[in-house]
T-cell receptor, first 116, second 110 residues
């Protein structure tokens, strides 16, 4: 099946700093990628839809100036958490659909962010 | 009201048991339905899609009831390796993203 990678897998940063997370589709092109966040014992929550060549679409309650998304190419989307705070500590996962349909999503392995 | 609701469990069952998970969704326009499996601190992986006629894959059977907006997953002959969180996932037609339930935690006990 299709493969999506994420980097880094784990990051610890100090409060106030920024962290960039990369999401790559390794063997297919993705005009759209999705960024999710999962707090402990909770479900994945969609944060934003990353669109290649245009602005990202953010879900209600997600600050676009805090969570910067850049879909630089058909295989790469980046999420930058700016001025991170401890409450931003979470598991961040990206996904990408292979093909034109809305069906199966391939998930990256996730990035565990801890803000101290 | 949440888009997708699941009983969070946990379900603790002995090896070999049969266990069933249920899920309800709120939007009648939902078109695609899936069960994903998520192991601790890992990304979700597709377990199976759910079709209107019901479908089976080995020990796993998924069913969909559109009238009641209800999806189920049945696991027969549980294995230790089935221990995971099972996520009910719904996609609305034309919306290229997924709505996740909170997941049901299953632990299979030796």
């Amino acid at each position: 099946g299709a493969v999506v990678s994420q980097h880094p897998s784990r990051v610890i940063c100090k409060s106030g700093t920024s962290v960039k997370i990369e999401c790559r589709s390794l063997d297919f092109q993705a005009t759209t990628m999705f960024w999710y966040r999962q707090f402990p014992k909770q479900s994945l929550m969609l944060m934003a839809t990353s669109n290649e060549g245009s602005k990202a679409t953010y879900e209600q309650g997600v600050e676009k100036d805090k969570f910067l998304i850049n879909h630089a190419s058909l295989t790469l989307s980046t999420l930058t958490v700016t001025s991170a705070h401890p409450e931003d500590s979470s598991f961040y996962i990206c996904s990408a659909p292979e093909g034109s349909g809305p069906y199966e999503q391939y998930f990256g392995p996730g990035t565990r962010l801890t803000v101290t | 009201r949440k888009e997708v609701e699941q009983d969070p469990g946990p379900f603790n069952v002995p090896e070999g048991a049969t266990v069933a998970f249920n899920c309800t969704y709120s939007n009648s326009a939902s078109q695609s339905f899936f069960w994903y499996r998520q192991d601790c601190r890992k990304e979700p992986k597709l377990l199976m899609s759910v079709y209107s006629s019901g479908n089976e894959d080995g020990r796993f059977t998924a069913q969909l009831n559109r009238a009641s907006q209800y999806i189920s997953l049945l696991i027969r002959d549980s294995k230790l390796s089935d221990s995971a969180t099972y996520l009910c996932v719904v996609n609305m037609n034309g919306a290229n993203n997924l709505f996740f339930g909170t997941g049901t935690r299953l632990t299979v006990i030796p």
